[in-house]
């Protein structure tokens, strides 16, 4: 017992000696303060008791002190400290002085709603024209105030670990190579940076001809071809309104008019604002940031936000009035992007790092860490600025997005400083480095997954084709593989192939694409395809690989599939950045797979048939590279459509004509976010049931169990509605979702959001007799409402429901109700 209680007292000792003793007394009369909070940062640390007193454990050098009818003071971080407060004066009214309310100044949010009222008046765009240029400066490095410090750290270091001796040495090969390239890394950027991008750039805009953004040069450190999909990236608030501003998250944050000044001989509001987290936990005078509004035309002039942790960053956006309209003046931007941390002998005078896995030093020493933080700093600047001048059609063709120059020749007329040393022997260090450990493959392979694939090499892997599962092929298993533009700019052969372990059957396909421009979309395609296919799908020709993901599991409770061998050849191209087209010719053999009989012609037909696809996107953001056209910007509204005609002849025996088409928009309003789809088709003449139209559902026709009813959002379908049961010739469908206006947290750093959806679609079939197998028509209107809750608790999908409404609603509720699991990768 005596031994318990004596390593309990030593233990209540290490703990109480391990922490900061602090005391806080009145200057004026020496009186202890009680109640005074201490803060880290925009942590809280504790509040002092009635004796003024305070324990605490903190790794910041500084904490900050806050108490009622008391000056706030900053004070250094020692073992021990006895610290007075001045008294406030009861003049003194500043709000940044007084322990602010848990709510917004009403006067600041009238004014935050003056400026969205106004947005589009202040906009350049709604000049007739305008013409400017910019320089950007991407740079990754270490904490500028500190690269003295780093450098000499590592010269050191270097002299040490040359005189340690090396033993026992039992590394893997992997570790051996990460080793050497860390310390390959680490020498590369002991006198220069660990990154660096420059890009000029410019930007004209057209009532009449729309946007475009031509590269006139840029060079990024180790890449010898340029990066396109990196190209797109822009780090700026040129046309992004901050997220503070937004509406919808109005709720995130508090907002204070703290004061207002004179600014270029303006008079300008200043609104602080405070993100809202641990409300009990915060330091109730810690501000995120600051916005400056000009008082006369409510524009934004400037916006300061900065990190909860000072360490972590801060932004700087200022803009000014050209001829009454608010452009970005410059931009700078500071992230903190991890650490550099090295293991560090305390007695060692030359504070030796301490060597990798599996190897030892000759005597035992005791490390700590000595870190250096890593930061993105971006450095834009706006110049040369042209408005309401003539512009030429012929300066806006092509996409929205072009590359002029990629050698750096050209940068020297658009620096607006010239490079330091640093940055200057970054460009040769790291281009030696990236060429030594081909990292620029490495980099190729992640962009390549923006498009959907896997590359290696010459090869680029269809990740659709590796795993699906429905109803009639069970799991299939595939892979699908095309060659890319390593192997030939002009031929990418492909093919894929799948199993179907419940069919037991294989499919397969092959292709070749010849491309016939290096400048805009322009391919002429071959293809044979032997495979099996869901009867009367939509069809999503020109969609997006995004949207072709989140239809992956639509038919997981649909049996209803027939054959298709097909010979086809196709025709894309780009009329413009905004009109794609695709002209098709196909020779088809098709067999139901499934109990259905059309007519009395039986179940398998010979088609020849022609379709014409259209996508009409006059908002997106494209550019062309080596692998084809990548849409940086994905913009509304998008309108798709297909016109497919069936031919009696060249050994068809199918006459029909066949025409589907969507729209989908999306908008921001006072209400949130508003997604629209309106879609729908019509089928005449002789026409199999494949080639009408099913309406797809989510759901098991016949469920056992209660989880059949779950299943993963698509972009057409519906949740309460049984899968292959409802077929229509014609038919018309509406789906609108509303992102409410507001965003919350549960647990974690992730903010959740609630969406409410309600779609309906009603249709006909003139010739129903004809297609003799078990199915429903939908010649009523079909209903159903539902709610998501995405990022639900703070994780990486969403859980929603929805419930079937109207006509078709049965007094079951199991048959009414459909739960849904939303995945990020699949939105």
């Known amino acids: 017992m005596t031994k318990l209680l004596s390593a309990l007292l030593v233990l209540s000792t290490l703990l109480f000696f391990g922490q900061t003793q602090l005391k806080v007394f009145n200057k004026s009369n020496k009186e202890p303060i009680p109640n005074a909070a201490v803060y880290c940062d925009d942590a809280l640390l504790g509040k002092t008791d009635y004796s003024g007193n305070l324990s605490f454990k903190t790794k910041c050098k500084k904490v900050e002190i806050l108490a009622s009818n008391f000056e706030d003071i900053t004070v250094d971080v020692k073992k021990s400290m006895e610290i007075s407060m001045l008294p406030l004066s009861e003049k003194r009214n500043n709000i940044d002085r007084v322990v602010i309310q848990d709510k917004s100044d009403p006067r600041a949010l009238r004014i935050l709603d003056e400026v969205n009222k106004r947005a589009k008046d202040n906009s350049p765009k709604s000049l007739d024209s305008y013409d400017f240029k910019s320089y950007s400066k991407f740079s990754l490095d270490v904490d500028k105030d500190s690269v003295d410090t780093y450098t000499r750290f590592l010269a050191v270091r270097k002299d040490s670990l040359a005189k340690v001796e090396k033993r026992d040495l039992k590394m893997k090969e992997k570790e051996i190579k990460d080793s050497l390239i860390e310390q390959d890394f680490i020498n590369a950027t002991e006198q220069s940076q660990m990154f660096l991008w420059e890009k000029a750039t410019e930007y004209k805009y057209s009532k009449s001809f729309g946007e475009k953004t031509n590269i006139i040069d840029n060079r990024m450190s180790g890449f010898k071809n340029p990066i396109y999909e990196a190209l797109a990236i822009n780090i700026s608030n040129l046309d992004r309104v901050p997220r ?8 995130l944050f508090n907002f204070y008019l703290s004061d207002t000044l004179q600014i270029d001989g303006r008079k300008t509001f200043v609104i602080k604002f405070k993100e809202i987290t641990d409300k009990k936990k915060q ?24 990190n909860k942790k000072r360490s972590e960053g801060d932004i700087v956006s200022v803009w ?27 007695r060692d005078s030359v504070k030796t790092d301490s060597l990798k896995k599996g190897a030892y030093i000759s005597d035992k020493r005791k490390y700590h860490q000595k870190s250096f933080g890593n930061y993105l700093y971006v450095k834009n600047r706006f110049f040369d600025f042209k408005l309401n001048e003539s512009q030429k059609a012929s300066e806006f063709k092509g996409y929205s997005l072009e590359m002029k120059n990629s050698d750096g020749s050209l940068l020297d007329q658009y620096r607006t400083d010239s490079l330091t040393a640093r940055e200057s022997a970054t460009y040769s260090n790291i281009d030696s480095l990236v060429q030594k450990h081909d990292f620029e493959k490495k980099l190729n392979t992640l962009t390549q997954l923006l498009r959907g694939n896997l590359r290696y090499k010459m090869i680029d892997f269809d990740i659709t084709k590796i795993f699906s599962y429905d109803k009639y092929q069970g799991i299939r298993l595939g892979a699908g593989v095309k060659l890319n533009e390593k192997f030939s700019k002009t031929f990418s052969p492909d093919g894929y192939f799948g199993y179907g372990f419940k069919d037991h059957t294989w499919k397969y396909g092959l292709g070749l694409d010849v491309k016939l421009s290096s400048k805009r979309t322009s391919v002429f395609r071959i293809d044979y395809v032997d495979d099996v296919f869901a009867a009367g799908r939509f069809s999503n020709n020109m969609w997006d690989m995004m949207m072709r993901i989140n239809d992956l599991n639509l038919d997981i409770h649909n049996a209803n599939f027939y054959k298709n061998q097909k010979w086809g050849a196709s025709y894309l191209y780009d009329i413009s950045n905004s009109l794609s087209m695709k002209l098709s010719l196909n020779k088809e053999k098709q067999s139901a797979l499934f109990d259905y009989q059309y007519k009395n012609l039986g179940n398998s037909f010979d088609n020849t048939s022609a379709t014409l696809s259209l996508k009409f996107s006059p908002n997106d953001k494209n550019i062309m590279t080596p692998s084809g056209k990548y849409t940086y910007e994905k913009a509304f509204p998008q309108v798709f459509m297909n016109f497919e005609k069936g031919f009696n002849a060249l050994g068809g025996n199918l006459d029909y004509h066949r025409l589907d088409a969507m729209i989908i928009h999306q908008f921001r309003s006072k209400l949130g976010y508003t997604n629209i789809k309106l879609f729908g088709g019509i089928s005449s003449g002789t026409a199999p049931i494949w080639k009408n139209f099913e309406i797809a559902g989510h759901r098991d026709s016949n469920p056992d169990k209660w989880y059949q009813n779950i299943n993963t959002p698509s972009n057409l379908g519906f949740t309460t509605m049984p899968a292959g049961t409802f077929y229509a010739d014609k038919f018309v469908g509406f789906k609108i979702s509303q992102y409410l206006p ?3 947290k549960t647990f974690g750093t992730r903010y959740s959001n609630i969406e409410v959806e309600y779609q309906s679609a009603i249709g006909d079939f003139k010739n129903r007799g004809d297609h003799q197998f078990n199915f429903q028509v939908l010649d009523h209107n079909y209903q159903e409402v539902g709610l998501i809750w995405n990022r639900f608790l703070g994780r990486s999908f969403g859980v929603g429901f929805s419930y079937r409404l109207g006509y078709y609603q049965t007094s079951e509720f199991k048959d009414n109700f459909g739960v849904k699991l939303r995945f990020n990768v699949l939105n």
Request: hydrophobic share 30%.
């Open 283 to 306: 330091n109730p005078r810690k501000f995120n940031g600051k916005i400056y509004i000009d008082s006369e035309t409510y524009a934004l002039k400037k916006f300061e936000s900065a």
């Open 320 to 346: 000014k009035p050209i001829d009454g309209k608010w452009f970005l003046d410059y931009e700078d931007i500071k992230l903190r992007m991890g650490d550099q941390s090295f293991n560090v002998a305390k």
């Open 244 to 251: 503070q501003l937004r509406p919808e998250n109005r709720k």
């Open 742 to 744: 507001f965003r919350f």
